[in-house]
């Protein structure tokens, strides 16, 4: 049978499926039988892609047999256009996450990376500055490290910095990478930072323009990181 695509634009909580049916976000979450599969064929938990989609960044694309009820889709990145359409139905407004706020400047701070150098708020304006909130021993941030190290060999000759602030001390954090490489610009000793902009959970996903504004923050482990945070910094280049 002939397949039929959909397109899932989140928009006022309302997803318009078809002239007879018309579901909200929460429906196909709460519907045991919806399957999203991300661009891997891997079937996502409901809370992963529901907190994508509603970012606006995110859409759901269905995929079903002509005449069948629709159930299954496949999550991509939403085109301009797709977030262009999505923006204009709905007012999301600053969001705030921690100690950020988008289209806010982000909070002051100085930090020194494992080889000695410094970097501050002010000098790196004019950069796309993206951090990493992390800790040697959770899980969560172990797990990134491989898509992490991915999205800083695709901009390393862009005008990116990648900084990973950690509270671990220098010592700790030196044994470590040498297990594990983490290709981030690794700051350690970072307790005042993390006091000041209000980090309390990990990892934490801060991508911030060349003004120096937030643009984007996300908390905890997120499927497929790299596209998320690889879709927002190509925005702001």
């Known amino acids: 049978m002939k397949k039929i695509y959909i397109l899932i634009l989140f928009s006022l909580s309302t997803l318009v499926v078809s002239a007879q049916t018309t579901k909200t976000l929460n ?43 629709p159930r299954e889709f496949k ?5 301009a256009d797709e977030r262009r359409m999505s923006a204009q139905k709905m007012d999301r407004g600053p969001i705030t996450l921690a100690g950020f706020t988008t289209g806010k400047e982000i909070g002051d701070y100085s930090v020194v990376d494992v080889a000695g150098k410094t970097y501050t708020r002010d000098e ?31 901009y390393k000759a862009k005008n990116v910095v990648f900084l990973a602030p950690t509270y671990d001390p220098l010592e700790d954090v030196t044994e470590f990478l040498k297990k594990m490489p983490f290709n981030y610009i690794i ?45 927002e910094i190509n925005n702001l280049l």
């Not at 919806?34 to 891997?40: L, M």
Request: hydrophobic residues 40%.
């Open 124 to 154: 790196l304006k004019g950069k796309v500055v993206v951090l990493n909130f992390w800790f040697k021993d959770a899980a969560p941030c172990k797990a990134e490290i491989p898509e992490l190290n991915k999205l800083v060999k695709k």
């Open 27 to 69: 429906d196909y979450k709460n519907d045991k039988t919806t399957i999203v599969k991300d661009s891997t064929g891997k079937v996502l938990e409901a809370s992963a892609w529901f907190d994508l989609v509603k970012s606006n960044n995110y859409t759901l694309e269905q995929i079903s047999e002509e005449g069948e009820e």
């Open 75 to 79: 999550l991509r990145l939403s085109t």
């Open 187 to 231: 700051c350690t000793d970072v307790d005042q930072m993390i006091i000041d902009l209000k980090i309390s959970k990990y990892p934490t996903h801060v991508v911030v323009d060349k003004q120096g504004l937030v643009h984007f923050v996300t908390i905890g482990q997120t499927d497929n990181i790299f596209l998320q945070l690889d879709y």
